[in-house]
């Protein structure tokens, strides 16, 4: 069974792998046994305190398989309630200036890219990983609606805006065109290098080395051109479940390799237009499959729990749950939990 928790100090070590096999190498999620330990500190004690708007909190949740004689954590992924709380979060922000002259009879509509720092504003599910043999099953996609059924729960604590960024296109070699393109004119670093600097360190030389000035697209190389708006290869599954989620793509991209951010208010999202609340019914005769397969939330913050589970209503409108279950959710008959609907997990996940 697998299952989504909160992640806590004692994940670290599995966290330090997950970030270690990350494809591509997340900035914000590196491999800093310092860093990762701050995060997973700073988000038990986020999830233990009562929050009534959104600041630098940091929710940071993981993937267990208890298949096995003992749980395994198998993937993380988290999620920054203000982009921009203690530093602003900067992208690039595609704009289309017109050119033209009545003289020579000449208009052009010509892209370029603004540095922006709007998104601060928004809450970034972020630093998601997952064990490659777990990449492209239900797991994934439980991790990566589970926290969406959190943010459900508890609105008060994020923004009214999401945003995802996904990784960019790189080379057979590992570079970044567009990094090469553009950013390695300012800093004069490669790719791999000011990744790592800043997802350990303060991202305040970004404001201090970036240009304040557009750029024109038309300038770019051709490769760094192509490189606008990517998705690394390795996530185009990804790009299809957030669009299944209700998010779009944007108009601004990451500030390093270029990749597209996606984009959804709250509100729009199918986990918290399409989820209801029911009464749980602890029983062995589950009916599988009847009303679909759903992912099933617990009410707590710091105990919160989230799993995959066929959706067998009774007439009453119940939600029959088999004693195991029931167990992982931390739930018994009476207690209600929180259900959506999600066609797309696999028959699977929610097998009996």
């Not at 749980?71 to 602003?88: D, F, K, Y």
């Not at 990449?135 to 059924?149: C, F």
């Not at 989820?275 to 939330?297: K, Q, S, T, Y």
Request: aromatic residues 6%; negative net charge; glycine residues 8%.
């Amino acid at each position: 069974m697998l299952i989504v928790r909160p992640g806590h100090p004692d994940d670290l070590e599995a966290l330090m792998a997950l970030a270690a096999n990350a494809v591509p190498a997340l900035t914000n999620f590196p491999a800093h046994r310092e860093r990762l330990g701050e995060r997973l500190a700073a988000s038990r004690h986020a999830l233990e305190e009562s929050i009534a708007s959104p600041g630098s909190e940091v929710y940071t949740f993981v993937l267990e398989d208890h298949a096995g004689e003992s749980p395994r954590v198998v993937g993380t992924a988290s999620i920054r309630a203000r982009a921009g709380a203690r530093e602003a979060y900067y992208t690039w922000r595609r704009e289309t200036l017109i050119h033209a002259s009545q003289q020579l009879d000449v208009r052009r509509e010509v892209s370029i890219l603004s540095l922006s720092h709007e998104l601060s504003e928004s809450s970034l599910l972020c630093a998601f990983s997952i064990d490659p043999a777990y990449r492209g099953g239900p797991g994934e996609r439980l991790l990566r609606r589970a926290r969406l059924l959190f943010v459900a729960q508890h609105p008060e604590r994020f923004m009214v805006n999401l945003a995802v960024a996904m990784p960019g296109h790189l080379d057979a070699n590992g570079a970044s065109p567009f990094w090469e393109s553009v950013g390695r004119h300012f800093f004069v670093r490669d790719f791999g290098e000011i990744n790592e600097i800043a997802g350990i360190h303060s991202k305040s030389f970004i404001a201090e080395v970036m240009p304040p000035f557009p750029l024109y697209e038309p300038l770019l190389t051709e490769t760094g051109r192509a490189a606008i708006g990517s998705i690394h290869a390795a996530h185009g599954p990804a790009a299809v479940d957030l669009r299944d989620e209700g998010f779009t793509p944007s108009r601004h991209i990451d500030l390093f390799d270029g990749g597209l951010l996606f984009e959804a208010p709250f509100e729009r999202l199918h986990s918290v237009r399409g989820n209801r609340w029911h009464p749980i019914l602890v029983d062995n005769r589950v009916e599988c499959g009847e009303h679909g397969v759903a992912l099933l939330a617990n009410q707590e913050t710091s105990a919160f729990r989230c799993i995959a589970a066929p959706r067998a209503l009774t007439a009453t409108g119940q939600l029959r749950l088999a004693p195991e279950r029931a167990d992982r959710l931390h739930l018994d008959t009476g207690r209600a939990v929180l259900a959506v609907t999600l066609p797309t997990l696999d028959a699977e996940a929610g097998s009996c």
